[in-house]
Nanobody
Framework: QVQLVESGGGLVQAGGSLRLSCAASGRTFSSDYALGWFRQASGKEREFVIAITWNAGLTSYTDSVKGRFTISRDKAKNTVYLQMNSLKPDDTAVYYC??????????????????WGQGTQVTVSS
């Protein structure tokens, strides 16, 4: 089992920044995982945002966050960070951290992820 705990959500004005954190724990968490972020806006389907492989640091992200969002990991803390800059009202959603077993690629589909956090609300006001 892998447990994921997100933090860092909140309310921010358009153009502002937020950093989300996701702390991973559990006996089965290892370097053969990718940690990713998904989001789900009210009335919409969940969508992939960005992810990183734990070992090699390979990343993938959706086009709508290119140049604005970055993902990083702190191996000592078993924590992945989502830095969100130039936030837009369209970024408003519940953000979920998720973990997927992988070795050499970055999963981008929700069904590839085995473990999920509880989610944290991000609200961007115009």
């Amino acid at each position: 089992q892998v447990q994921l705990v997100e933090s860092g959500g909140g309310l921010v004005q358009a153009g502002g920044s937020l950093r989300l954190s996701c702390a991973a724990s559990g006996r089965t968490f290892s370097s053969d995982y990718a940690l990713g972020w998904f989001r789900q806006a009210s009335g919409k389907e969940r969508e992939f945002v960005i992810a990183i492989t734990w070992n090699a640091g390979l990343t993938s992200y959706t086009d709508s966050v290119k140049g604005r969002f970055t993902i990083s990991r702190d191996k000592a803390k078993n924590t992945v960070y989502l830095q969100m800059n130039s936030l837009k009202p369209d970024d408003t959603a519940v953000y979920y951290c998720a973990a997927a077993p992988t070795q050499n690629w970055v999963p981008t589909i929700g069904n590839e992820y085995r473990y999920w956090g509880q989610g944290t609300q991000v609200t961007v006001s115009s």
